[in-house]
């Protein structure tokens, strides 16, 4: 039966193809942050800017800091959630301070500000 034959080679094609459209779709599993950041700020920044010897994030604060700096020049108007979003994955990345992944410690410095 032809078509009996047909319809095992379309399911069969459907089934290898699954995984290959969910990983075509990274706006699906790429954290906000990193979003964020390569949608607004990579454009002038190259990975330098962030290892260099100079950097002006000494510590996660400093981070923070930065990220809220650079969102207002550029006139993003983030909020705190955005901005802590984008710091998180700057740490990760480039700048590994302790204690980024404490929420308590990025209100704190939003409410100091
Ligand atoms: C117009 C170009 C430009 C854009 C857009 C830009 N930056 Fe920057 N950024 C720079 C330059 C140049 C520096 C280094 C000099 C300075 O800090 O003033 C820098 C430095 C930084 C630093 C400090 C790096 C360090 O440790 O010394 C952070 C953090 C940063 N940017 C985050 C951001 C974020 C977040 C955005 C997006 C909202 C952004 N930048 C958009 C040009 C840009």
Redesign the pocket.
């Known amino acids: 039966m032809i078509e009996q034959k047909w319809r095992v080679r379309v399911i069969a094609a459907i089934s290898l193809l699954a995984p290959a459209i969910a990983l075509a779709a990274p706006e699906k599993t790429q954290p906000r942050g990193e979003l964020?950041?390569q949608n607004?700020?990579i454009?002038?920044?190259t990975e330098q800017?962030?290892w260099?010897e100079?950097?002006?994030?000494k510590d996660w604060q400093?981070?923070l800091h930065?990220?809220r700096?650079?969102?207002t020049?550029?006139g993003?108007r983030?909020d705190d959630e955005d901005i802590r979003a984008?710091?998180q994955y700057?740490n990760s990345r480039y700048?590994r301070f302790p204690s980024s992944g404490d929420s308590r410690t990025a209100s704190k410095d939003a409410a100091s500000k």
């Open positions: 964020l950041y607004h700020c454009a002038c920044h800017v962030h260099r100079q950097r002006l994030a400093g981070l930065q990220v700096r650079w969102q020049n550029t993003l983030w984008v710091a700057l700048y």
